[in-house]
């Protein structure tokens, strides 16, 4: 109270010194703000008139009357936010005034403009505030499900992609007969390799979606994908755009389907973390692992799925019936294939350490699929080798993955058993039970710019063609990014009197007569690779991509029997990639990729490839793909 008595007092002070009629400095009162009665009164000479431990009473307030003033009401123009937002589907309902502006669209708040480098807003350059424009893909658009098209929680997202790839490819290519081959006269069975191609693919997307934010699953989503494909290949030997040789050695064409088209509904919200379970059914993209070993296509099914921990734990469970896909483009057809597949998986982030995340799955194929000639008229179901006649694949697999980073080290791994039953295997010539294995690891280390990288994988081989027991690992219909981006033993498909040594898109050593459209092979030589690559990021806008791998096959007993051919060598060769990918608006908008790669063989694969006359030369591919999204 001490305290608040001496302030009250220097107040008093600094209003007397305001008097004219007492002649006083109140500056070091007012700096030492403590002062009492006995100085107060000397000061002022004068008694104080009342009690001064007690606040003094305030003056009186004499009310002020103002002459009344007509208010016209006032139109506020608020600017509109940047980008382009489209017409708003909120109808204002309170009205504005003189005071206040009621906005009742909350995703359409506007900011000032502001050019905040005075340049005028340059389509080159990463400007902020950037006015709105319709066809503007790179900044907030109505069309690009940034702000709704009706409410406050229905939006529209129109994208599309075009991609342009152009390949060239030195590949083993069997002759014809005699009388038919395109150059008359030659005697060895295999002869010129070179092939080019080319791949147009349009996609165009309509996704609508009702939900109140991005981090929130939404409430229901409906999303349809037209395609559009035209293809081409040119070769040097007749028999490889057809089996009919009258159609020489070109092919041209087109594909149009409705790739995917499906519904999202979700079912419940499983805590206040927007945890939740959703289901969806169409035509959809699943993959089930981190690297596709197993299964990763664009197919027909029903998948329930969700997450759990705060989004920790994602769980899948899934049930494809499989469609019929088209030779060339690889697009779906309308055709049902006569195949099932269940596929359940768990994955759990921050498992163990963080940044790491684990995965378990299940995967049932049951391929019951019916005798078929693709597009182009060679013969994929069943296998065309040994017996001739349809059959039936029942298998289970069981898996462990892994992807992440422990301390400064990535890891990428995984491991899988398949068990089950083929009923006739058509190199086999009996029913086969299956029991295969196969296990990838990746490691990598980042040191500033380049992350270097040694990798490994192992698929069971068939030891024995001639019993009933397949061990030969293949996947469902796998698309394998694993062992270089742009390796060429991934990349192409290398034939064998009617099958794939190996089939693009994929690393198993199979024997396959396709990866999209044959069915599981279970009697194949398996593989070993080994490998060691570095990702150079040369600026933010262009990264290299460098690889090199040693192949061996892990059994020869199936190639062997297929080729009536001894003690094969193991070593396939060494595959050896390098290849770019620019981004030249530092964005996904455009990528620019290149790349080149080569398979040096080795005496297994020479064995399998050599001419009459001559050996099996160095294979090389090429290819430059320009993919535009928007």
Do not use: C
Not at 63 to 70: E, F
Not at 467 to 485: C, K, L, P
Not at 572 to 600: A, F, K, M, Q
């Amino acid at each position: 109270m001490a305290g608040v008595g001496r302030i009250r007092l220097a107040g008093l002070a600094l209003a007397l010194a305001a008097s004219p009629a007492v002649a006083v400095d109140p500056a070091p009162l007012v700096r030492n703000a403590v002062l009492t009665r006995a100085t107060l009164t000397m000061l002022t000479q004068t008694p104080p008139t009342r009690p001064l431990d007690r606040e003094l009473d305030p003056p009186p307030v004499v009310p002020i009357k103002l002459p009344a003033v007509a208010v016209e009401p006032v139109e506020y123009r608020y600017p509109p936010p940047p980008g382009y937002t489209g017409p708003s589907g909120i109808l204002p309902r309170s009205g504005n005034n003189a005071e206040y502006d009621t906005i009742e669209d909350r995703w359409r708040l506007g900011y000032p403009g502001w050019d905040r480098y005075g340049l005028g807003h340059p389509r080159v350059f990463d400007y902020p505030y950037r006015p709105g424009r319709v066809a503007d893909q790179f900044n907030q658009n109505v069309l690009k499900g940034d702000f709704p098209i009706y409410g406050q929680d229905l939006f529209l997202n129109l994208s599309g992609s075009l991609s342009s790839l152009m390949e060239g490819r030195a590949i083993p290519t069997a002759t014809t007969p005699f009388e038919s081959t395109a150059r008359p006269n030659t005697a060895d069975f295999f002869g010129r390799n070179g092939q080019f191609s080319t791949q147009q693919l349009l996609t165009v997307s309509a996704d609508i979606t009702r939900g109140d934010a991005s981090f929130k699953p939404p409430d229901w989503r409906v999303k349809l994908t037209p395609a559009f494909n035209l293809n081409s290949l040119a070769a040097q030997e007749l028999a490889v755009v057809s089996p009919d040789v009258r159609e020489g050695t070109t092919r041209t064409q087109t594909w149009t389907t409705l790739q995917e088209w499906f519904a999202e509904y979700k079912l419940a919200d499983l805590s206040s973390q927007y945890d939740f379970v959703s289901v969806r059914a169409g035509s959809q993209p699943f993959t089930s692992d981190f690297r596709g070993f197993i299964f990763s296509d664009v197919n027909r099914g029903v998948r329930l799925f969700g997450n759990l921990g705060g989004n920790r734990t994602q769980f899948n469970l899934a049930y494809f019936r499989q469609l019929e896909k088209d030779t060339n483009s690889q697009l779906n057809t309308f055709e049902d294939r006569n195949q099932n597949v269940v596929i359940a998986n768990v994955y759990r982030q921050d498992f163990l350490v963080p940044g790491y995340t684990a995965s378990a799955s299940v995967h049932y194929n049951d391929d019951a699929s019916r005798t078929r000639f693709d597009r182009n008229g060679f013969l994929v179901r069943p296998d065309p080798v040994g017996v001739f006649q349809e059959h039936r694949v029942q298998a289970v697999y069981l898996g462990l993955a892994g992807d992440g980073h422990i301390g400064r080290y990535n890891v990428s791994h995984a491991a899988y058993w398949v068990l089950g039953k083929d009923s006739l295997n058509p190199l086999a010539g009996s029913e086969q039970t299956i029991s295969a294995q196969m296990a990838a690891l990746e490691l990598s280390y980042d040191r500033d710019w380049v992350r270097f990288k040694a990798s490994g994988l192992y698929q069971s081989g068939d030891g024995n063609t001639n019993n009933s027991r397949a061990t030969g690992f293949d996947g469902i219909i796998d698309q394998t990014n694993f062992g270089g981006e742009f390796a060429f033993w991934r990349r192409q498909r290398i034939p064998l009197f009617g099958v794939g040594l190996t089939n693009d898109q994929s690393q198993y050593a199979n024997l396959r007569s396709s990866r999209v459209q044959g069915q599981s092979n279970f009697v194949n030589p398996g593989l070993w690779l080994v490998g060691f690559g570095a990702d150079v990021e040369v600026t933010p806008r262009l990264r290299s991509i460098n690889n090199v791998n040693a192949l061996f096959f892990d059994k020869t007993a199936s190639l062997e029997t297929f080729t009536f051919q001894n003690q094969l060598d193991r070593y396939i060769g060494t595959d050896l990639s390098t290849g770019v990918e620019w981004r030249p608006r530092l964005n996904n908008n455009i990528i620019l990729l290149g790349g080149v790669s080569g398979l040096v063989p080795g005496d297994g694969f020479r064995q399998l490839y050599n001419s009459k006359d001559t050996k099996a030369p160095s294979l090389v591919a090429g290819f430059v793909e320009v993919v535009v999204t928007f």
